[in-house]
C-alpha cells in the first residue's frame, strides 16, 4: 500500500455532498420592521428514511433573534413552497423534507415559507441566537452545532427583526443521512 500521501479524507458531512445528500434553503427579506418575522416551515420524513443533520446560519440589518422551534403548528396551505438546492449540483436527488403549502396533508417537496398563525404551544426553541446590531452572524462549527432533527416532527426556523429599517436572511444547510450509520 505505500506511504499515506494518496488517501484523502473528508468529514461525513463533505461526504454526503458527494453523494448528492447534502442541501441548503436561503429565505432574503430586505425590508421588516420591529418584531417582524421571516418564517421557514417544514416536517423531517418519517425515521425509516434518513434522519436531517441541520445548521442554520443568519445575517441582520438591525439586529434580531433566530429560533428553530421544535413542533409548532402553523396554518397549511399558506405561504409559498421554497427552493431547495442540492449542495451537489451534478446530482438530481431531492430532499426529504416535506410540505404542506399545497394539501391539507404533508407531501415531498422541501420547505415553505411565509407560513402563517404560526402557534408554539407545547412546542420547544431548541437554538436560540441573537444578533446585536447589524452584523453576519458567524458561521457554526458543525461538528459541535449540527441539530439532528426529531424524524416525523414540524420546525419552523424564525428569524424576528429587532428594530426598524431592518432585513434578515436564514441560510439552512443540512444534508440526509440513514440512522445508525454514523
Known amino acids: 500500500m505505500g506511504d499515506n500521501k494518496d488517501i484523502v479524507r473528508i468529514t461525513a458531512a463533505h461526504h454526503e455532498i458527494h453523494e448528492g445528500d447534502a442541501y441548503s434553503f436561503i429565505l432574503t427579506e430586505t425590508t421588516m420592521q420591529t418584531t417582524e418575522t421571516i418564517n421557514v416551515a417544514f416536517k423531517t420524513p418519517p425515521s425509516t428514511t434518513k434522519f436531517i443533520h441541520m445548521i442554520v446560519e443568519f445575517s441582520t440589518r438591525a439586529g434580531g433573534l433566530l429560533e428553530i422551534i421544535e413542533a409548532p403548528t402553523w396554518t397549511n396551505q399558506t405561504g409559498t413552497i421554497g427552493v431547495v438546492l442540492n449542495a451537489n449540483r451534478n446530482s438530481s436527488n431531492t430532499s426529504n423534507l416535506l410540505e404542506d403549502e399545497t394539501t391539507t396533508i404533508f407531501t415531498a417537496g422541501g420547505v ?18 441573537y444578533a446585536w446590531g447589524a452584523n453576519r452572524v458567524p458561521a457554526v462549527d458543525r461538528s459541535l452545532f449540527e441539530n439532528i432533527l426529531l424524524a416525523d416532527t414540524q420546525y419552523v426556523v424564525r428569524f424576528t427583526a ?3 429599517t431592518n432585513g434578515g436572511q436564514i441560510h439552512m444547510r443540512w444534508y440526509e443521512h440513514l440512522p445508525n450509520i454514523i
Open 162 to 164: 429587532d428594530g426598524n
Open 112 to 129: 415553505g415559507y411565509g407560513v402563517t398563525t404560526i402557534l408554539t404551544t407545547n412546542a420547544t426553541v431548541i437554538e436560540s441566537r
